[in-house]
């Protein structure tokens, strides 16, 4: 089945900036380009919430509230990689972020990459 792998995560100071990445391999029947592509995330003590999606061909995205003109979404449709660009990063985004493919079939999750912003 179709295989998720976030990485990018990691300890930044409030104000800084980190990148998110997210490689999908193992597909079968359909290819990367036929997922909506998301970026979730999780707070302890909080629900999952969604961040940020991308269309298959990337020409589509949409934010949550709280990371947007902040926060850009991509894809790379030939390496099979997504991304979030994180900008101005506050205590409030630190969470467990989370890679999620939305297609044909049942939706895929990866294991998620921990983000923590503090000084």
């Known amino acids: 089945q179709v295989q998720l792998v976030e990485s990018g995560g990691g300890l930044v100071q409030p104000g800084g900036s980190l990148r998110l990445s997210c490689a999908a391999s193992r597909f079968t029947r359909f290819t990367f380009r036929n997922y909506f592509m998301s970026w979730y995330r999780q707070a302890p003590g909080k629900e999952r919430e969604l961040v940020a999606v991308i269309s298959g061909d990337g020409g589509s995205t949409n934010y949550a509230d709280s990371v947007k003109g902040r926060s850009t979404i991509s894809r790379d449709n030939l390496k099979n990689m997504v991304y979030l660009q994180m900008n101005s990063l506050n205590p409030e985004d630190t969470a467990v972020y989370y890679c999620?493919?939305?297609?044909?079939?049942?939706?895929?999750w990866g294991q998620g990459t921990q983000v923590t912003v503090s000084s």
């Open positions: 999620s493919a939305r297609g044909p079939g049942p939706d895929y």
